[in-house]
């Protein structure tokens, strides 16, 4: 819950015992733990009072689910699912068409040991304008 290992803890137990002395420190260890129950005690009650609060539609409501990453996350994982499986029909569909044309760029290769013989043809000559002065 609050990631602390052994040697930390045991960092905290000394730093108790120089801080507050041996004597005292077993009434602050049991002031402690009143205040962690009381709190969780708090806790309790609040996560009670919003699910009686929200009604029933609301009944399997966890207090991670108020995060806005896990909310929108477990919302969206169906639609993010299938944005993912149409990402790996684009990618086959893909690989599959590259595949595809190389075979085919092999398959019609062309020869150009003699080239093609073009015959050029003179454009044609403009068609003249008639020109009409009432217009200008």
């Not at 129950?37 to 919003?50: E, F, H, K, S, Y």
């Not at 806005?68 to 477990?74: E, G, I, L, Q």
Request: proline share 8%; hydrophobic share 45%; net charge neutral.
């Amino acid at each position: 819950m609050f990631n602390i290992d052994a040697t930390e803890l045991i960092l905290l137990l000394v730093l108790g015992v120089v801080m507050f002395g041996p004597e005292k420190l077993p009434a602050f260890a049991r002031k402690a733990a009143r205040v962690f129950v009381a709190l969780r005690g708090i806790a309790n009650n609040a996560q009670t009072q919003l699910r009686q609060e929200l009604g029933p539609e609301y009944s399997d409501l966890k207090i991670e689910d108020l995060n806005p990453k896990r909310f929108v996350a477990k919302h969206m994982r169906e639609e993010i699912a299938a944005i993912e499986e149409a990402k790996r029909e684009i990618s086959d569909t893909g690989r599959a068409a590259k595949a595809a044309a190389t075979g085919v760029t092999t398959a019609t290769a062309v020869r150009h040991d003699q080239p093609d013989v073009v015959t050029q043809t003179p454009p044609p000559k403009p068609l003249a304008v008639p020109y009409d002065p009432e217009a200008t």
